[in-house]
């Protein structure tokens, strides 16, 4: 059974409690390699880059959950704060993330940003970036 669409919330100002919901949905989503959750949550106009600079649109990220190039056992987050802009809202978080990425095991701490926002009353990712933290 499809996990029911968060995405769809509609507020003319955006507030973390807002948001909040929508990053839960998202860990779980790519927990599960859940792509058809993945697919409504993700702009079609999407634009993902990793920790080696390359870029990926939609169709990309999803096509790595669903072949499983990427397999996630583990997204703990330790902080994040998101910054509300009006329709849209800036999310920054570290977390620890493991799993199998193309058959090899991995596990290493990351930061990522997202920007969420709010186009004809759906809430969707439009960028995310992420780097890995070493300190």
Request: hydrophobic content about 45%; some cysteine; aromatic content about 6%.
């Amino acid at each position: 059974m499809p996990t029911p669409n968060r995405a769809s919330l509609s507020m003319t100002m955006t507030d973390e409690s807002t948001i909040e919901p929508l990053e839960v949905q998202l860990r779980l989503a790519m927990l599960a390699g859940d792509v058809e959750a993945l697919e409504a949550l993700l702009a079609d106009d999407m634009t993902s880059i990793d920790h080696l600079g390359r870029r990926a649109d939609k169709s990309q990220e999803l096509e790595a959950y669903r072949t499983e190039v990427l397999k996630l056992d583990q997204l703990d987050v330790y902080d994040s704060i998101i910054k509300p802009i009006a329709n849209a809202a800036s999310v920054s978080l570290r977390a620890r993330i493991g799993g199998m990425y193309y058959g090899e095991t991995f596990s290493a701490k990351v930061a990522y940003t997202r920007v969420w926002a709010c186009r004809q009353g759906v809430w969707t990712v439009i960028s995310m970036h992420y780097s890995l933290v070493t300190i």
